[in-house]
């Protein structure tokens, strides 16, 4: 089972019936999820939060008790959840000195390389400067065709953008089983998972409770998506107080094993792309790039093809050769404006303050 205390980077997914009862926050879980928030930053990790909750908290606020809410319903009462939902974090990690970030995200930020991106390049800062991000899914804004359906997928989404090597889901049962244990008695947990066979895919039901909406297909699409990128996923029960706490010094789970390390997950996928472009660059930055440093403007000598924000081009050297494929964070006439040019120069040249680096390299396989 893989171990919270050495991890550099954890998603942690939160469902909604974790976090409210009867429409009410339940502020001592909540307390007790910060104080292993703390815990785990003060051991030198990262952390981001997806939260579902907006929903529920904002159906208690505006009084909506029945079961089934029209699509307008759910939007207005996430509306009205989502800055209670945000509040609460805010309150609940503050006395730990940890400042926290709402982000709100649909699924075609995912889908959309520049808004993926944008999203990637946000998330990437606010770590960088110790907060901890609070992501939930833009309900007042999505609708069936685009919602990812549930936090589940959208967290393991945002454990393969960032590079997370864990991803956690407390959720309302304490694992993985071979079939409903509310049904069948024999059912089993399993402790570890190492590939998700058709078989486990055929154990899995949909049970969910009344204020969530992910059961335990969505929980291995979940796991699917988190393993490919890198990360490690558990599935445990999380109503207990310090669930994370409870999680490292053995509580029941299900740990997903991953099938490579986040980095070489990433840039497995950069290889596979087809370049739109090519960008040459001159010898001083062919060696910044072998020393593993990011492309900055001043090094580019030759820019081709027409090319979007976030779309992979060919690196080139000098003479020609294909040095690796990048995702390039301007355009291609951004690109050949600034080209030959240093990063201080950007601003002035395409009129706002653009990133320092042409082809960052995380975003780069050579």
Do not use: C
């Not at 981001?48 to 208690?60: D, H, K």
């Not at 890198?230 to 789970?253: D, F, H, K, V, Y």
């Amino acid at each position: 089972m893989a171990s919270l205390t050495d991890a550099r980077r954890i998603v942690v997914k939160i469902g909604s019936a974790l976090l409210v009862r009867d429409g009410a926050l339940r502020a001592d879980w909540l307390r007790g999820l910060a104080e292993d928030v703390a815990w785990l930053a003060g051991n030198g990790a990262q952390v981001i939060l997806v939260s579902s909750g907006s929903i529920a908290l904002g159906r208690g606020a505006l009084d909506l008790s029945q079961s089934d809410l029209a699509l307008e319903q759910s939007q207005a009462a996430a509306a009205v959840g989502q800055i209670r939902l945000a509040r609460a974090y805010e309150e609940a990690l503050a006395p730990h000195g940890l400042r926290t970030a709402q982000v709100l995200l649909t699924l075609e930020d995912s889908t959309d390389r520049r808004r993926y991106l944008n999203a990637r390049a946000t998330l990437e800062t606010l770590l960088g400067y110790g907060v901890i991000p609070i992501v939930n899914e833009n309900d007042t804004i999505a609708t069936d065709e685009i919602r990812f359906g549930d936090n589940d997928r959208l967290a393991a989404q945002i454990a393969v953008t960032v590079g997370a090597d864990r991803l956690i889901l407390l959720s309302d049962v304490d694992g993985f089983y071979s079939g409903n244990p509310k049904d069948d008695p024999t059912a089993t947990r399993f402790d570890t998972i190492a590939e998700i066979t058709p078989k486990i895919e055929a154990m899995a039901g949909d049970a969910g409770s009344g204020l969530s909406r992910g059961g335990m297909k969505t929980k291995l699409m979940a796991a699917k998506t988190a393993t490919r990128g890198g990360a490690a996923m558990a599935i445990t029960e999380g109503s207990a107080l310090n669930p994370l706490r409870l999680l490292e010094n053995g509580a029941p789970a299900t740990w997903f094993l991953p099938e490579t390390d986040p980095q070489a997950a990433r840039k497995r996928w950069i290889a596979a792309m087809k370049p739109r472009g090519e960008i040459t660059v001159d010898t001083g930055a062919a060696r910044a790039l072998e020393q593993g440093k990011s492309l900055l403007p001043a090094g580019v000598t030759v820019v081709s093809g027409d090319f979007g924000r976030g779309d992979p081009v060919s690196i080139l050297d000098a003479s020609g050769i294909r040095l690796g494929l990048g995702l390039t964070r301007y355009t291609g006439d951004e690109a050949r404006a600034i080209a030959g040019h240093r990063s201080g120069d950007i601003e002035p040249i395409l009129g706002y303050p653009g990133r320092a680096a042409l082809i960052h390299r995380d975003d780069m396989v050579l």
